[in-house]
């Protein structure tokens, strides 16, 4: 299956910390879509989606306008598409992420250690679906939160209305993800990703992973 070919134990990837990521206009690796697709479960938006949306919200949340440095934390460059059940891309659609900083904080008011974290990271950015329905990112990977595994917060938004909201879990972490994500029913779990290492474009090394979010049949003229 397409999850199946993305594998790596997070415990190795500590040596990472610090590299630099692979440019947005690198090409984003092919992600094999199964026969049969089932819309990805929903998962809570959680306390701490953005009160407000921050001024530089691009897909690149490893930098961030007016900071000298670029993010601390390990490389994640998150590559997916969006389809919907019937396997159409969905062109437009806007792929909102946010999530932890390299020190578990997220970008809200309310986290309580938000006056600690990384101004160099943006915590939240958006990824346009091209005519494959393709999206992008270049971040980081989560620290973890509390007691809950890594994971990474999405939403799927086309004209305005939410498609989707969910959540995107790293396996191979300290914290195991059973029990904290909504089975499909096959043998993959449709909410969890694994990262691999590579050798982005400048040399340095960096974290990848893909991810596949389906979404229920559009009413389309």
Do not use: C
């Not at 397409?2 to 610090?18: D, E, Q």
């Not at 934390?73 to 792929?95: F, M, N, S």
């Not at 090394?205 to 009413?219: I, N, P, Y």
Request: aromatic share 6%.
């Amino acid at each position: 299956s397409w999850a199946a070919s993305i594998t790596v134990a997070l415990g190795a990837i500590v040596a990472l910390a610090g590299t630099s990521v692979v440019g947005a206009e690198a090409e984003a690796p092919s992600i094999i879509v199964p026969d049969e697709l089932v819309v990805t479960p929903s998962q809570p938006e959680g306390p701490f989606y953005p009160l407000k949306r921050p001024d530089d919200h691009d897909a690149a949340l490893v930098n961030v306008a007016g900071q000298d440095r670029r993010a601390a934390g390990v490389p994640l460059r998150l590559d997916g598409l969006v389809l919907t059940a019937d396997g159409q891309p969905v062109e437009g659609a806007v792929v909102e992420i946010w999530q932890t900083d390299s020190a578990g904080i997220y970008l809200h008011p309310d986290d309580p250690g938000v006056a600690a974290r990384d101004e160099a990271f943006a915590g939240y950015g958006e990824s346009v679906a091209d005519a494959d329905g393709a999206w992008s990112f270049l971040t980081i990977l989560p620290e973890v939160y509390g007691s809950r595994p890594r994971h990474i917060h999405a939403k799927v938004v086309l004209d305005d209305e939410t498609l989707l909201t969910t959540q995107i879990y790293f396996s191979g972490g300290d914290i195991p993800v059973d029990g904290a994500v909504a089975l499909t029913g096959g043998d993959d779990d449709a909410l969890i990703v694994e990262a691999t290492g590579h050798l982005a474009e400048d040399g340095s090394r960096e974290l990848r992973a893909q991810h596949l979010l389906v979404v229920a049949d559009l009413d389309r003229p």
